[in-house]
T-cell receptor, first 113, second 108 residues
């Protein structure tokens, strides 16, 4: 079965460290998204991609970057982790058509000390 | 921005009916999704509305009024396992914009 997987599922790091969260989908979806979820804010869009070599900033992109070298993967990098980036991160993908539902990974819980 | 608004918490009794409302900005709107999210888990798809009217799927129904920028999710015959957060998400272009989520507690 097609799926979307994230790794690591849990990570603890220190302020200033570089962190990369991996996201891999086998749906062959063009669209991929990274969200963070915090109490009181719901899901907020960090970065998104509509296809290979395409990346775009979302609502809360400061301090994050992504790259899209193939259809399957959209890694999220925190260049210099900050305590404000402690959150649960969800990767998601959808078909290119606007009515394609969003499929979520299981989430990655990141703690920055 | 495309503000999506929904109540943050609701409580209902097992066996009852509950309606969760969602309002959104209509400019650029393409459709509306409802997702269910249990604590510590990923959101899962419940329903999709693009045209006005009611979509029924078992115990869950979702309604959309495009002219009013309004949707609701109706849950019937509530069960304890329905205790979860319910996320309203509008489609703008190819992007999903989420509301804050409604945490529903089902009491015995």
């Amino acid at each position: 079965d097609a799926e979307i997987t994230q790794s690591p599922r849990h990570k603890i790091t220190e302020t200033g460290r570089q962190v990369t969260l991996a996201c891999h989908q086998t749906w062959n979806h063009n669209n991929m998204f990274w969200y963070r979820q915090d109490l009181g804010h719901g899901l907020r869009l960090i970065h998104y991609s509509y296809g290979v070599q395409d990346t775009n900033k979302g609502e809360v992109s400061d301090g994050y970057s992504v790259s899209r070298s193939n259809t399957e993967d959209l890694p999220l990098t925190l260049e210099s982790a900050a305590s404000s980036q402690t959150s649960v991160y969800f990767c998601a993908s959808s078909k290119i058509e606007g009515d394609g539902e969003l499929f979520f990974g299981e989430g990655s819980r990141l703690t920055v000390l | 921005g495309q503000n999506i608004d929904q109540p943050t918490e609701m409580t209902a009794t097992e066996g009852a009916i509950v309606q969760i409302n969602c309002t959104y900005q209509t400019s650029g709107f393409n459709g509306l999704f409802w997702y269910q999210q249990h604590a510590g888990e990923a959101p899962t798809f419940l329903s999709y509305n693009v045209l006005d009217g009611l979509e029924e799927k078992g115990r869950f129904s979702s309604f959309l009024s495009r002219s009013k920028g309004y949707s609701y999710l109706l849950l019937k015959e509530l069960q304890m396992k329905d205790s979860a957060s319910y996320l309203c998400a509008g489609i703008y272009g190819q992007n999903f914009v989420f509301g804050p989520g409604t945490r529903l507690s089902v009491l015995p």
